[in-house]
């Protein structure tokens, strides 16, 4: 971990985008991207880690991007079968996807760590980049909604987020531990950044913050906190992080993203659509640009990437 300069937290889709930028911008030894491992579950026998799998889909080229999970060019045949025979077909899992989670399934069953074969998975699909799991403990998303508690697959996938959100709870953060991997980036003489991706806020990175001793490591460490707000224009680019705002009583801008992080990151950037809210977010204390964030090919990844990387450095001087 001697050569990290930039630790990248990401969830699913928005975080992997910028991953992918930073991948191409950074030699592959000087990043380490840190994947929200309290969507996973276990579903018909098998351990599902959907971040991990946007992640390393997405760095390795697999990724299915007008979806946003799973496979590209994906079959669905035993999906199709299982239904035949009765079985669920709620949570769609795609042929070549089921061969990672019957791998990763096998391999934590012989003992390995979700780290190891998360490594394992990152040398077969050639990621050069380090794509550590928060931790190698189990910690599940619980969604507190009007309805009651859901586990996180449930709210999303089979109720579709539409349940009205109420809280969060990270069952097993407590007494989970993190990574010694992480530990050791932190405390890189090289460490320069450390990026919040544009991913949701409550459900991708507080799970990862969540994990104790996590918080009080970045408040220790001398680079930038630099978060990516996952808002433009008061919407979510992608998945349920405007309706969880507005549903939890906060605005649905980058303001309210910003206050979320504001005891924590160094510098906060938005999208420029919304440069109206840099100046009350600098009034917070963080450090503020407003910038092009949305990334809808690989040249605005790498474009972002590369701007994220040069604000940290200048945050540093
Ligand atoms: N999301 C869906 O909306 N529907 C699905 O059927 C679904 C299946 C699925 C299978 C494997 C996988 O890794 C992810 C999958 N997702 C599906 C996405 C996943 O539920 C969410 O994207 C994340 O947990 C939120 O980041």
Not at 198 to 211: Q, V
Not at 263 to 291: H, Y
Request: glycine residues 8%; aromatic residues 6%; contains cysteine.
């Amino acid at each position: 971990m001697k050569n990290i300069s930039t630790i990248a937290f990401s969830g699913g889709v928005g975080g992997a985008k910028l991953a992918l930028g930073l991948a191409r911008a950074l030699p592959p030894d000087e990043l380490l991207i840190v994947a929200n491992t309290a969507d996973d579950f276990d579903h018909l026998g098998l351990h599902i880690c959907p971040d991990l799998d946007t992640i390393t889909y997405t760095l390795s080229g697999r990724a299915n991007r007008s979806q946003g999970w799973g496979v590209e060019g994906e079959t669905w045949n035993c999906l199709e079968a299982l239904y035949e025979l009765g079985g669920p077909n709620w949570f769609r899992l795609g042929d070549r996807d089921i061969a990672t989670h019957l791998y990763r399934t096998q391999r934590l069953r012989e003992g390995a760590r979700l780290s190891e074969v998360t490594a394992e998975i990152c040398v077969a699909f050639g990621i050069a980049q380090r794509v550590l799991p928060m931790c190698d403990d189990p910690v599940s998303t619980i969604v507190g909604t009007a309805e009651g508690e859901l586990p996180f697959q449930d709210y999303f996938v089979r109720h579709r987020c539409e349940p009205r959100v109420t809280g969060f709870r990270f069952a097993g953060a407590d007494r989970a531990t993190m990574h010694p991997e992480l530990g050791a980036a932190f405390d890189s003489p090289d460490l320069r950044a450390v990026i919040f991706c544009p991913s949701n806020p409550f459900i991708s990175i507080a799970p990862m913050l969540a994990i104790p001793g996590m918080t009080e490591a970045l408040l220790s460490i001398r680079a930038p906190i630099v978060a990516v707000s996952p808002i433009i224009g008061g919407k979510a680019v992608k998945g349920p992080a405007a309706k969880m705002m507005s549903e939890l009583g906060l605005p649905t801008t980058s303001l309210s993203v910003a206050k979320h992080y504001s005891d924590l990151a160094t510098a906060f950037i938005v999208d420029e659509m919304d440069s109206d809210e840099v100046a009350c977010i600098r009034e917070l204390g963080l450090a503020c640009e407003a910038m092009p964030t949305l990334m809808n090919n690989d040249d605005d990844k790498l474009r972002l990437a590369r701007s994220v990387i040069t604000y940290c450095h200048d945050l540093s001087r």
